[in-house]
């Protein structure tokens, strides 16, 4: 079956330094990979590659099965990049749209739907969030920080992706937040049918969340496989990681 990612041998040069080499990643569909790694490992970096916001020095990714730089024009990209979601570290919403609009703006954008038929997708993605549907019409700042990552989450969700990107989805929220957070991208995984990458520091959060782990060490994936796999992996990062002094 083809990977829903498919990342093969790449390099990523910024400002002179080399932040990826020869790296390599499958991820298969409906699998929730945790991507951990040190500050400063290439992270986000990755992330922002997996999504087309950078272009790798080097190498090639492929989301199910099509080459995320490969042109063949607009349209085809365009159509790639409706296959997955993303929710950014502090959601990113637009601070002058109201709660509605931010979810609705990936609707409009695609300019596909009427003006009821966004109204109805909107509140279903609210729901499908927790969400209320007087929630509708607050502006960010009036939001929790919980509600900001369920409203970021419910436009990741609005054009109803395949692929689910999170990066760092529990930061910032205290401890029973960050509890029931995972306990939504997990329900809402299964129900939907979703493959899911998240970047994460959180042991608690991939734990509770994942069914593989991908360790990103010395420019490269160093281990990938289950917790309990990578755990066994005999490497500083890893032992620092997984196994921190109590």
């Given at each position: 079956m083809t990977p829903v990612i498919a990342i093969n041998d790449l390099f990523t040069r910024l400002g002179g330094l080399w932040i990826h080499r020869h790296?390599?990643?499958e991820i298969a569909a409906g699998e929730m990979?945790?991507?951990v790694g040190g500050s400063g490992s290439g992270k986000t970096t990755l992330l922002r590659q997996m999504i087309g916001l950078l272009t790798p020095t080097q190498g090639t990714i492929r989301l199910f099965g099509?080459?995320?730089?490969?042109?063949?024009?607009?349209?085809?990209?365009?159509?790639?990049?409706?296959?997955?979601?993303v929710l950014f570290q502090q959601g990113a919403l637009f601070s002058a749209l109201n709660v509605f609009d931010n979810i609705a703006f990936p609707l409009r954008e695609?300019?596909?739907f009427d003006a009821a038929m966004i109204r109805d997708l909107v509140m279903l993605k609210l729901e499908m969030?927790?969400?209320?549907?007087?929630h509708a019409l607050l502006l960010p700042a009036e939001l929790s920080g919980g509600m900001v990552k369920r409203v970021a989450l419910a436009?990741?969700?609005?054009?109803?992706?395949?692929?689910?990107?999170?990066d760092e989805p529990t930061a910032g929220l205290d401890p029973d937040r960050s509890a029931g957070f995972v306990r939504l991208i997990r329900r809402l995984g299964d129900e939907l049918g979703?493959?899911?990458?998240?970047?994460t520091h959180d042991v608690t959060t991939l734990a509770a969340l994942t069914t593989k782990v991908a360790v990103l060490a010395e420019q490269h994936i160093l281990a990938h496989g289950t917790l309990d796999?990578?755990?066994?992996?005999?490497?500083?990062?890893?032992?620092?990681f997984f196994h921190p002094p109590s």
């Open positions: 790296l390599n990643l990979v945790a991507l099509e080459p995320l730089f490969g042109g063949g024009g607009v349209v085809r990209e365009r159509a790639l990049r409706q296959r997955f979601g695609l300019k596909c969030v927790e969400l209320l549907p007087q436009r990741a969700l609005a054009l109803e992706p395949e692929l689910l990107l999170l979703l493959t899911v990458l998240l970047v796999e990578v755990r066994q992996f005999d490497h500083p990062f890893i032992r620092k």
